[in-house]
């Protein structure tokens, strides 16, 4: 039963009263933090990416999808992180509710979804910039033998992570308003050029994929169900909702700010709700005017909005698009280095992980080890391995926590119905069951190679918890958990 045990939830709150961390961020800049670490990849590139290969127009509805399952998680992660503000966010709300194993398990994952994405960003970024100054390939982009500008990003951004909260919140405010100005000039410009001829059919019939695919690319649903491999049609919606999903992953990291914020208990449900009400708006406009602009079957993969502009004659577009790309990317990845360093700081404070990581520095504020030592081996991971094809990995990372996380909020209401929650999921225990059953379905629609390396992923974990978390835990070592 020691693998189930829990953390009293006061004491959660007692040592979240007593954070070493400081509470300097207000619910505006928690808003600005969710659409800095949402508006990324997904908007500049898998928009494209999905029409082509998945849903045609209808990507949209794809987004729409995901979108409305990230709100049904994001109205159970606002139910607990206005309730236990914490550091550890859905790693914290499992060990209070589910117990150690699960929680482990999600801090696990956790560190999978955001280490994964700051590698993934870092050189796509490495590759808008070269782009966008003619720097050489030989250093940057995805054919460097060593991803240098991936590197030079990572370890910039660290230094800022380590810096101070309230300077991470001051550069990711910034690089917002200019990447959500440059989503705001592709949704007025490209009314210009739409052409509601490309939007017919809206859904494209399914068919055979041209190419042929292996079996362990194929979707888990349908190989399980014995469903023959296709795309387009609502399978293909569905399909491309799994990936895009990856546009939404992020605003939980939100949730690990609850220490650093003034007033967590009313402004982390802003912070989260808004931002992904924000962003998700942004997202089916920019989707709706790609897929009118141009063909869906002509879009290019790598820069499908930059490349529809340069089609109907707008260069000038195109460039303050791989601008605002770039910016995009930027905050993407200093939110996430931010988040890393909380969860860190959350699983060596409890002991799964060693407690010297959890230290905190004296003068700044900051997890300062976990981030620099985090940012190392991303760096080290950015350089060499070319990832871009285990996006799906955040994805998979990112709704295993969100199931996990709506699956807590009924478990919660059963064991502490005297709890101050401040914000309530309504209509639960209904809404996160169908919550958690909407990741699971969007998991389901990953191919299965996703699933291999996630268990792969998996089995190292435990094995670092057998071997070390279970005997150096706070809770097995006797050590007060307040602290």
């Known amino acids: 039963m020691s693998l189930l045990r829990t953390l009293p939830v006061e ?31 997904g908007v500049f590139t898998l928009a494209g990416v999905e029409a082509k ?15 409305i399952v990230a709100a049904l998680a994001a109205l159970c992660y606002a139910e607990l992180a206005a309730s236990v503000p914490t550091a550890g966010s859905a790693y914290t709300y499992a060990y209070a509710t589910l117990g150690e ?30 782009n966008l100054l003619g720097l050489p390939g030989q250093w940057f982009g995805e054919d460097a033998p060593i991803n240098l500008g991936a590197v030079l990003i990572i370890a910039v951004l660290a230094v800022v992570a380590v810096a101070g909260i309230r300077e991470s919140s001051w550069l990711t405010n910034g690089l917002v308003v200019i990447k959500v100005s440059v989503c705001v000039l592709v949704i007025v410009a490209g009314l210009f050029f739409f052409n509601g001829a490309n939007l017919d059919p809206f859904v494209p019939p399914a068919r055979p994929p041209e190419a ?3 079996a362990l690319e194929q979707p888990l649903l349908q190989a399980v169900a014995g469903i023959e491999q296709s795309v387009y049609g609502f399978g ?3 399909t491309a909702a799994a990936v895009v999903f990856f546009a939404y992953t992020g605003f939980e990291a939100l949730a690990n700010l609850g220490e650093e914020t003034r007033r967590p208990r009313r402004d982390l449900p802003v912070g989260l709700l808004g931002s992904l009400i924000a962003c998700t708006l942004i997202y ?31 260069p000038w577009v195109a460039a303050v698009i791989s601008l605002g790309a770039v910016t995009g990317l930027t905050s993407v990845m200093l939110v996430n280095l931010v988040t890393i360093g909380r969860i860190g700081f959350a699983m060596g ?24 030592g985090a940012a190392a081996l991303i760096a080290l991971l950015a350089a060499f391995v070319p990832i871009s094809e285990l996006s799906d990995m955040v994805s998979i990372g990112a709704l ?54 996630f268990g792969a992923w998996l089995v190292v974990g435990l094995a670092i918890y057998f071997l070390y978390g279970i005997r150096h835990a706070r809770l097995a070592t006797g050590e007060p958990v307040d602290t």
């Open 11 to 41: 004491d959660v709150l007692a040592r979240g009263e007593r954070s070493s961390l400081q509470r300097r961020l207000t619910g505006r800049d928690l808003i600005g933090f969710g659409i800095g670490v949402i508006i990324g990849t």
């Open 53 to 67: 290969e998945h849903a045609g127009p209808a990507v949209v509805l794809s987004f729409l999808i995901g979108g």
């Open 236 to 238: 293909g919606v569905l």
């Open 400 to 453: 295993s926590g969100f199931l996990i996380v709506c699956v807590a909020v009924p478990v919660l209401r059963r064991t502490r119905p005297n709890l101050n929650r401040p914000f309530r999921a309504p209509f639960s225990p209904v809404l996160p069951i169908v919550a958690a059953l909407a990741c699971l379905y969007l998991m389901a629609n990953l191919d299965i190679l996703t699933w291999i390396r």
């Open 349 to 372: 404070r409890d002991g799964l992980l060693p407690q010297r990581i959890s230290r905190v520095h004296r003068r700044r504020g900051t997890p300062h080890l976990v981030t620099i």
């Open 101 to 130: 194993l699960f929680a482990w398990i999600i801090g696990w994952d956790l560190l999978l979804e955001f280490s994964l994405g700051v590698a993934v960003v870092a050189r796509s970024w490495s590759g808008y910039v070269a």
């Open 284 to 314: 089916v406009l920019v989707a709706i005017v790609l897929a009118a602009m141009i063909d869906y079957r002509q879009l290019d993969e790598g820069a499908p909005l930059a490349a529809a502009f340069q089609t109907v004659g707008q």
């Open 212 to 214: 042929s695919t292996g």
